[in-house]
Each structure stands twice: as C-alpha cells, then as structure tokens.
C-alpha cells in the first residue's frame, strides 16, 4: 500500500478537514516527526482520537528512508542518500559554513553553526543537459512536496539547516506545484526557513518563471545560463530551443523588475565551448543592463558518460573572472572543490549508484555560500 506524506500539506490539510480534524494540529505533528522520525503514530502527544485513526490508515510518519550517509574529511559536507516509497533514489547534500577554516582567519565563520541544504525535485530530468548525469539519466519521476520536504526533514535531524537550495537532481519549475508547495511548507512553522534563504536553481523554464514571483514571493533564483550566446546554448542543453535566450532574458527583466530581486547567474566552464575571452564579453554585455546578484562559474565536473566536455583549466577560468569583473564590474566568484573524497556535484552521486566509490568529486561550498543573502 502506497502511503501519503504528512509533509504533503494539501493532502494532509484535506484529508483532515474531511475527517472533521482541525489542521491547527499539522504544524505540531510536522514538530514531533522533525524530533522523532521513528515513532509510532501513538507516541504524538495531545491529538484528537480521529486524528491517530486517519493518521494511521493513510499516513506514514516519513515515507522515504536515509539509506546512507557520506561524509567528507573535512566533515564540511555530508551526502544523503534518500530512498523514496517507490525504490528510486534521489541525494540532497548538506554543507556547513561554520566548520569551514581558512577563510576568516583560521577561525570559525562568526554568526554560529549554520547549514545549506541542496534537494533534489525530480529523480532523473527531462532536459538532458549535455553535461549533466542528472539529465543523462533521462525523466523518471517527480517528487511528491511531501517527500521533497522530507529531505529537510532528515538532514535537520544531522544539521541546523539554515539555508535550501534546489540544486539537486531534477528542474524545480518542472515539477511546479509541488515544489511551490514544499517551499511554502518550509516556510511555515516548525521549519520557519525564510524565503530568503532558500534558491530555485532552473535552467529557464519561461512560463514557470513568470509566475513564480507571485506564487513564492521573496525567494531567490537562480538560473543555469551556461551561454552567452543562443547558438551554444543550444549546442549544450537542448532545452533552450524551447526557451530561447532572448526570450529568457526579457522574462527575467520583468521577473526582476516585478519581485525586485537580483538574479543570480550559473555558468558552467567548458573547455572550448563557453571559455573564451570573447564568450565573457559576449557574457558581460548580455548581462549590462541587468541586475546580477553575481555570476557563479562553475568547473564542469566530468562525471559519468559526460567525456565530450572538458574541464577549463584554472587560467582560463580566472581569465574569465577577470573580464566579468573588470570591464562589466559584475560580481563574479568560481565554484570551489570541497569535500572531495565523498561525491560529485549535487545530484551528480545517484546515478553512478551502486559503485559508491567511483563518484568523483566536486562539492558545491563557495558559491552556494554566495546565495545567502
Ligand atoms: N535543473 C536545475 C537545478 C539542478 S542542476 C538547473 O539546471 O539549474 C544544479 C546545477 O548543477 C546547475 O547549474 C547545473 O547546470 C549544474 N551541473 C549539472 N551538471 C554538472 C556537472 N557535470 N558539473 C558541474 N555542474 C553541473
Ligand atoms: Fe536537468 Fe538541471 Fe541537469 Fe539540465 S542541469 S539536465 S535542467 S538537472
């Protein structure tokens, strides 16, 4: 028998309402669950009697499992390895800040332990990106909200997550209402994450976008450009024949302009492709009139069946940097390598399974960093 998600709001909300159950007692339920994963419907203190009855026959305290955790050595990372009701697997990645040295002094980030967690939306993705084993994997299923709030839920049991990201496996805006619903979810008590601090990462889904400012307010996005240019676009993420650049820009402009956010901007480096002097020029004047909160590069990581692509090598990437920077004055910052013994880039770890060791190994630290507003 297939069970619903308690984190699934709607489902839980009306199913309740049905049963003459007042939903004031979800957020407490949500609460407990956070606490103890575990438990038995009946070890939830102070519901109504129909509540435990309807819980029971169509609920599962958490219907997917934390199959298993890897950690880095520095412990600044850790992946877990979700599985759904339906046997597929799908990994979020937590990072902490606050273990991170180096960057202040050798000491602890000041402000206390916080955590970014990046989540998955779908297992697999329709939009086969040519260098993404996400996309190489094709379409498999969507994630329900329930279970898309679920891997919140078990990486708070392992971390104080402070900040989400939908950079895992899958297009967020292609899987819409559920991950609107799961980030309203994670905005509402016990969860109070605030929409500030969680980032849908998309590689340009033109109608989604257009309405997202008014479905999830406040949020941040951020947006897989990869291309300055039309043609190259194509060449490398076939979905932009769908949703052409100019078309994606100007839907980005009154994005901008309506939500009154800046926008951040991902480009992955590859070798001969997208990396030259005049890609980032081409870059920086695409980007003139428009209000980046930075460009993040990203260094291709080559995983899986993805060995048409290379890696750009660090000069060309700085060189890169420094134009953004330099002539464009555009807030540009590189994807660092972190946690490098454990895995690939987020949602790049699933598809490799079962042979765990063969993932190579990109974390996600520096630029997610660069989300937190
Ligand atoms: N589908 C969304 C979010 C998931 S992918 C999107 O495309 O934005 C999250 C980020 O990882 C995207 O910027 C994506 O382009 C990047 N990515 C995918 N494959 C990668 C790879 N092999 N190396 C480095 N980054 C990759
Ligand atoms: Fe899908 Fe994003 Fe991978 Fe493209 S990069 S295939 S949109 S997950």
Not at 81 to 91: H, M, R, S, W, Y
Not at 198 to 212: D, E, M, N, P, Q
Not at 282 to 298: A, D, P, R, S
């Amino acid at each position: 028998m297939r069970f619903e998600s308690v984190f699934d709001a709607a489902e839980i909300t009306s199913q309740f309402e049905k049963a003459g159950i007042n939903p004031i007692f979800i957020p407490s339920i949500w609460k407990y669950l956070i606490q103890h994963p575990e438990c038995e419907w009946d070890e939830i203190p102070s519901l109504p009697s129909a509540a435990y009855t309807l819980l029971r026959s169509r609920f599962k305290p958490v219907t997917s499992t934390l199959h298993s955790l890897f950690h880095s050595s520095d412990e600044v990372t850790t992946k877990l390895l979700i599985k759904l009701q339906n046997g597929a697997f799908v990994e979020a990645v937590i990072m902490r800040y606050d273990t991170r040295l180096g960057k202040y002094a050798g000491k602890p980030r000041p402000g206390g332990p916080r955590s970014t967690l990046c989540i998955s939306s779908q297992v697999g993705c329709k939009m086969g990106c040519k260098f993404c084993a996400t996309g190489s994997m094709g379409f498999k299923n969507n994630l329900s909200s329930g279970e898309i709030v679920e891997q919140l839920v078990h990486a708070s049991r392992l971390s104080n997550i402070r900040n989400v990201v939908f950079m895992g496996m899958g297009e967020p805006l292609n899987n819409y209402n559920a991950v609107v619903e799961a980030v309203r979810v994670m905005t509402r008590s016990p969860f109070q994450l605030s929409p500030k601090r969680i980032t849908i990462s998309t590689v340009g889904i033109i109608h989604a976008i257009k309405k997202l400012h008014i479905d999830l307010p406040g949020l941040n996005l951020a947006v897989s450009l990869h291309a300055p240019v039309q043609d190259i676009r194509c060449q490398i993420m076939p979905a932009a024949r769908a949703f052409p650049l100019d078309k994606l820009m100007d839907t980005l402009k009154v994005y901008q302009k309506d939500s009154q956010q800046k926008i951040l901007i991902e480009y992955i480096m590859l070798d001969g492709i997208n990396d030259e002097e005049q890609h980032a020029h081409q870059l920086g004047k695409l980007l003139e009139t428009f209000q980046v909160q930075v460009v993040n590069l990203i260094p291709f990581n080559p995983i899986g069946n993805l060995s048409q692509f290379k890696t750009s090598n660090e000069q060309k990437v700085l060189r890169f940097q420094k134009i953004l920077r330099g002539t464009y004055n555009i807030r540009t910052t590189i994807r660092k390598e972190m946690g490098q013994d454990i895995s690939g880039a987020c949602g790049q770890l699933v598809v490799n399974l079962p042979d765990k060791n063969s993932v190579d190994n990109k974390g996600l630290l520096t630029d997610i960093e660069d989300l937190r507003i």
